[in-house]
C-alpha cells in the first residue's frame, strides 16, 4: 500500500521543538516529526510560539508530506524525524 496522510492532526512537541503528524501505510500508522528549525523560515525562534509552527507546518502541509513519502520510501520505519537536510 501507499503511504497515506487521513488524518490532519498536528500537534506541537515544546520539549523536542517539533511538530508531530501521522501518516499510514495500509493498516500501519507511521510517526513522523518535523523540526522546528524547518518550520522556522522568518519566525523568531525566540519568540516563536507553538500555534506559529503550527500555522507554518499548515502553510508548508504539501511539500512536507512529499518529502515524508521520500524519506519513508527509503527507511520504511515506524518514526521519521524530517530535518533541514530532507528539504534541500
Not at 521543538?17 to 501505510?25: A, Q, S
Not at 518535523?34 to 507553538?50: C, N, P
Not at 499548515?58 to 520510501?73: E, N
Request: charged share 25%; hydrophobic share 45%; proline share 2%.
Amino acid at each position: 500500500m501507499a503511504l497515506s496522510f487521513p488524518n490532519l492532526a498536528r500537534s506541537y512537541d515544546e520539549v523536542h521543538r517539533r511538530v508531530r503528524f501521522l501518516g499510514h501505510d495500509g493498516m500501519f500508522e507511521v510517526r513522523f516529526f518535523v523540526s522546528a528549525d524547518v518550520l522556522a523560515g522568518e519566525l523568531s525562534q525566540r519568540t516563536a510560539s507553538a500555534g506559529d509552527y503550527l500555522a507554518s507546518f499548515d502553510a508548508l502541509r504539501p511539500r512536507i508530506q512529499k518529502v515524508a513519502m521520500t524519506a519513508y520510501s527509503a527507511a520504511r520505519n515506524s518514526t521519521i524525524i524530517l530535518d533541514l537536510g530532507h528539504f534541500k
